[in-house]
């Protein structure tokens, strides 16, 4: 099992692109995730998904789209970049959408919006 | 609101010294669960230990221990006898929701650093 992956590991943007981070797990996991991590604020909860077709928000989710068409993939999509959203994203799976579930994260994406 | 805080934003010490990471919480869920998770410097986030709100044995794991007291709303992590290798940023998170979905609500993190 390769678990969570994320590509690319390193992005570099302008202010105003857009683009996709890309997620997947091969666990056959019901739940997905994305945060963000910013210095001295820890992981914060982007948006979620309990399992496919299924998506909600988290505690910061403006200027972020989120899809789940399969129970692979979860995509974040950054629709215009702003530096504001330079930050360290990590996507997280678990077993079930229950609390209790660990969850396993990807290695993260450096994203740098200039 | 759920919140977790981790008021040590650095510590040092020096190679096997013991060490105790402290992570208070707030929630008004009666089920509830802690975790513990370590970020060396290579970025990625590995999981320590899970423990539920209503177990509170404390746990050992090697030169882990946790420390859980619903009275005082902490669940502390202690290293015994340090190592360069425990060099890394530790966070402590809350989920919650009442056991209904699986979001973490982490701390903003321990910056350890084991000096030889």
């Known amino acids: 099992n390769a678990g969570v992956t994320q590509t690319p590991k390193f992005q570099v943007l302008k202010t105003g692109q857009s683009m996709t981070l890309q997620c997947a797990q091969d666990m056959n996991h019901e739940y997905m995730s994305w945060y963000r991590q910013d210095p001295g604020m820890g992981l914060r909860l982007i948006h979620y998904s309990v399992g496919a077709g299924i998506t909600d928000q988290g505690e910061v989710p403006n200027g972020y789209n989120v899809s789940r068409s399969t129970t692979e993939d979860f995509p974040l999509r950054l629709l215009s970049a702003a530096p504001s959203q330079t930050s360290v994203y990590f996507c997280a799976s678990s077993y079930g959408r229950r609390s209790y579930n660990e969850q396993f994260f990807g290695p993260g994406t450096r994203l740098t919006v200039l | 609101a759920q919140k977790v805080t981790q008021a040590q934003t650095e510590i040092s010490v020096v190679e096997k010294e013991d060490v105790t990471l402290d992570c208070v919480y707030e929630t008004r869920d009666t089920t509830y669960y802690l975790f513990w998770y370590k970020q060396p410097p290579s970025g990625e986030l590995v999981f320590l230990i899970r423990?539920?709100?209503?177990?509170?044995q404390n746990e050992i794991s090697g030169r882990y221990s946790w420390n859980f007291q619903k009275s005082t709303s902490s669940f502390n992590f202690t290293i015994t006898a340090s190592q360069v290798v425990d060099s890394a940023v530790y966070f402590c998170a809350l989920s919650g929701d009442g056991g209904a979905t699986n979001k973490l609500i982490f701390g903003t993190g321990t910056l350890l650093a084991v000096q030889p």
């Open positions: 423990r539920n709100s209503f177990d509170e």
